[in-house]
């Protein structure tokens, strides 16, 4: 079994900062990639920023230039450093993990959500 831990949420004003983490822990043999999506309320949950095994990064387009996605050494916990908050980033935060097992099948994964809200 395999489960994925977020932490860091909160409220934040408008131009602050907040720092996601993610920890994977289980049965892993190796992660293929890492990312966070998000679910504003009434709308449908969307990419924000995703990290490959090899470091490759891809940003919505809507964040670009003001979060920063990045894993740890041993590349079982994902960061989501967010500056410059507007209240639109406002959302419940899922940590997504493409997780290759022993069993020699990749399965995808999700964290349980994290609240971002952002307001003066």
């Known amino acids: 079994q395999v489960q994925l831990v977020e932490s860091g949420g909160g409220l934040v004003q408008p131009g602050g900062s907040l720092r996601l983490s993610c920890a994977a822990s289980g049965s892993i043999f190796s992660i293929n990639a890492m990312g966070w999506y998000r679910q504003a309320p009434g709308k449908q949950r969307e990419l924000v920023a995703t990290i490959t095994s090899g470091g490759s990064t891809n940003y919505a387009d809507s964040v670009k230039g003001r979060f920063t996605i990045s894993t740890d050494n041993a590349e079982e916990t994902v960061y989501l450093q967010m500056n410059s908050l507007k209240p639109e980033d406002t959302a419940v935060y899922y940590c997504?993990?493409?997780?290759?097992?022993?069993?020699?099948?990749?399965?995808?994964?999700w964290g349980q959500g994290t609240q971002v809200t952002v307001s003066s």
């Open positions: 997504n993990a493409a997780i290759y097992l022993a069993s020699g099948s990749t399965v995808d994964y």
